[in-house]
């Protein structure tokens, strides 16, 4: 599968940004979905994950009720409403699909990636 991230861009801080990762090239409803980020100097680390259905919706402590993340298996479209935005949420986000529905946080377990897009939120 071929992932494709956008809709990152400047925000002020308290703002809200959509992203959206359009996919390609497979059966995108079997594909387990999760965004990451990566500051500069960072590691790349988990911001959330979504199962076939919102039934299962991890989030990494630092963005939950601030974050919410949804896909549209009829579109092929897994999305990252990100609200109340602070500069320490500014980073790249990735969107990554793993090819089993068994949930998972670590970069090493997602096989596809997408190219990033870049979130900038000023104070």
């Known amino acids: 599968v071929q992932l494709q991230a956008s809709g990152g861009g400047l925000v002020q801080a308290g703002g809200s940004l959509r992203l959206s990762c359009a996919a390609s090239?497979?059966?995108?409803?079997?594909?387990?979905m999760g965004w990451f980020r990566q500051a500069p100097g960072k590691e790349r680390e988990f911001v959330a994950a979504?199962?076939?259905?919102?039934?299962?919706?991890p989030y990494t402590d630092s963005v939950k009720g601030r974050f919410t993340i949804s896909r549209d298996n009829a579109e092929n479209m897994l999305y990252l409403q990100m609200n109340s935005l602070k500069p320490e949420d500014t980073a790249v986000y990735y969107c990554?699909?793993?090819?089993?529905?068994?949930?998972?946080?670590?970069?090493?377990?997602?096989?596809?990636w997408g190219q990033g897009t870049l979130v900038t939120v000023s104070s």
């Open positions: 090239g497979g059966t995108f409803s079997q594909y387990y």
């Open positions: 990554a699909a793993r090819d089993t529905m068994w949930p998972a946080r670590r970069r090493d377990d997602y096989h596809y």
């Open positions: 979504i199962g076939w259905s919102v039934g299962s919706t």
